[in-house]
T-cell receptor, first 113, second 113 residues
Framework: ETGVTQSPTHLIKTRGQQVTLRCSSQ?????VSWYQQALGQGPQFIFQ???????GRGNFPPRFSGLQFPNYSSELNVNALELDDSALYLC????????????FGPGTRLTVT | SQQGEEDPQALSIQEGENATMNCSYK?????LQWYRQNSGRGLVHLIL?????REKHSGRLRVTLDTSKKSSSLLITASRAADTASYFC?????????????FGQGTRLTINP
């Protein structure tokens, strides 16, 4: 167990809806990253938050947005869901400075119908 | 886009045999990491090898790195049924101030009892 938790475990939404996924970082970690993993693929970087600000984004549209709170927990919000958004969403926490290792949560499986 | 390619995409061996997975990447790196993922859940960090290292061991795991060929291999010795999982290599890239992991597509390893 990494100490990173995510909720919910599974979620089913309809195309066009909005969804919020939550992540609680490992104690002491001030950086959280979100990844999308399509079936049979490796995870793809969505964005990273450090001290409540986004400090890097991958190739994802603006309808993917996030928040990081003072306690370093985080949310991933996706608006106007599309069928291709169906995936496993992983969050990972890390220390901002001098750490190469990211600690992953168990993920949220999102299905868009 | 995926940074690396794992080879093979799927591997099935008998318990007790050794399993070797390969990874190639495209750009210069500071380090390369290997992760394990069980049944589409969260990723578990296995081992990190730095660019100035050629080989690293951790228990039954042996990782090699050849920066001239931009390739790495992961060897699992004396495999067990519990080693059944997907294995990913990942490199750390800096993007807009964020440290993001760039994953390959993974090798799906099945250990048959």
């Amino acid at each position: 167990e990494t100490g990173v938790t995510q909720s919910p475990t599974h979620l089913i939404k309809t195309r066009g809806q909005q969804v919020t996924l939550r992540c609680s970082s490992q104690s002491g970690h001030n950086t959280v990253s979100w990844y999308q993993q399509a079936l049979g693929q490796g995870p793809q970087f969505i964005f990273q938050y450090y001290r409540e600000e986004e400090n890097g984004r991958g190739n994802f549209p603006p309808r993917f947005s996030g928040l990081q709170f003072p306690n370093y927990s985080s949310e991933l919000n996706v608006n106007a869901l599309e069928l291709d958004d169906s995936a496993l969403y992983l969050c990972a926490s890390s220390l901002r400075t001098g750490s190469y290792e990211q600690y992953f949560g168990p993920g949220t499986r999102l299905t868009v119908t | 886009s995926q940074q690396g390619e794992e080879d093979p995409q799927a591997l099935s061996i008998q318990e007790g045999e050794n399993a070797t997975m390969n990874c190639s990447y495209k750009t210069s790196i500071n380090n390369l990491q290997w992760y394990r993922q069980n049944s589409g859940r969260g990723l578990v960090h296995l081992i990190l090898i730095r660019s100035n290292e050629r080989e690293k061991h951790s228990g039954r795991l042996r990782v090699t790195l050849d920066t001239s060929k931009k390739s790495s291999s992961l060897l699992i010795t004396a495999s067990r049924a519990a080693d059944t999982a997907s294995y990913f290599c990942a490199t750390l890239r800096l993007i807009q101030g964020a440290q993001k992991l760039v994953f390959g597509q993974g090798t799906r390893l099945t250990i048959n009892p």
